[in-house]
C-alpha cells in the first residue's frame, strides 16, 4: 500500500472548489484540468498525507468545512474521535 493524503489547499485560480477535501486517488487525478501539474508542484494544491508505508498507524481524520480566503480553498481536518 503507498502512501494516503487528502488535498487541503486549493488555488481558486487553478482549481474549482469541488477538489478541496478530496482524496488523491485516480478520479483525482484523471478529473485535473489540462495545465494542472498532477503534483501540484506550482502551487495548485497542497495536501496533507495521512497513512503510508512509513506511518505506525494512520492518523484518523474526518473532513470539516470547506472555506475560501485569500483566493484559496481550505478542507479543514478534524481529528476522528476513537
Same mark, same amino acid.
Given at each position: 500500500?503507498? /502512501?494516503?493524503? =487528502?488535498? =487541503?489547499?486549493?488555488? !481558486?485560480?487553478?482549481? !474549482? @472548489?469541488? #477538489?478541496?477535501? @478530496?482524496e488523491?486517488?485516480? !478520479? %483525482? #487525478?484523471?478529473?485535473?484540468?489540462?495545465? =494542472?501539474?498532477?503534483?501540484? $508542484?506550482?502551487g $495548485? %494544491?497542497?495536501? /496533507?498525507?495521512?497513512?503510508?508505508?512509513?506511518f !505506525?498507524?494512520?492518523?484518523?481524520?474526518e @473532513?470539516? $468545512?470547506?472555506v475560501?480566503r485569500?483566493? #484559496?480553498? %481550505?478542507?479543514?481536518?478534524? $481529528?476522528?474521535? @476513537?
Amino acid at each position: 500500500m503507498g /502512501f494516503r493524503a =487528502v488535498a =487541503v489547499c486549493i488555488d !481558486s485560480k487553478k482549481l !474549482s @472548489r469541488e #477538489f478541496a477535501g @478530496r482524496e488523491l486517488d485516480e !478520479s %483525482f #487525478f484523471s478529473d485535473l484540468p489540462a495545465g =494542472v501539474d498532477p503534483c501540484g $508542484e506550482n502551487g $495548485e %494544491f497542497h495536501t /496533507f498525507v495521512y497513512d503510508g508505508p512509513i506511518f !505506525s498507524d494512520a492518523i484518523a481524520v474526518e @473532513r470539516g $468545512e470547506v472555506v475560501e480566503r485569500d483566493g #484559496f480553498y %481550505f478542507c479543514d481536518l478534524k $481529528e476522528k474521535a @476513537r
